[in-house]
């Protein structure tokens, strides 16, 4: 069956049952990737340390939601 012939048939069901196909695709892609998530620990560590040590400097939180109106 190739994708136009299950389209044509998802197509035809009703629309509840069109809906609980694709939330079943869309969290079929929200899966999280474990290798970025260890990426973006181990970054953050980095990030904490560099912090620590003064050599990263810190940005105020009122500075980042300052309202630029």
Known sequence: MNNK???KQ???LKPDERFML???ILKSLDE???KI???WA???EK???AYRKGKLKGIPMEDI???NS
């Open 22 to 24: 694709v939330e079943g």
């Open 42 to 44: 181990q970054e953050a």
């Open 65 to 67: 939601f300052e309202n």
């Open 47 to 49: 990030r904490l340390k």
């Open 37 to 39: 998530d260890a990426i």
């Open 10 to 12: 998802v197509i035809a």
């Open 5 to 7: 012939e299950i389209l």
């Open 32 to 34: 999280p990737d474990q």
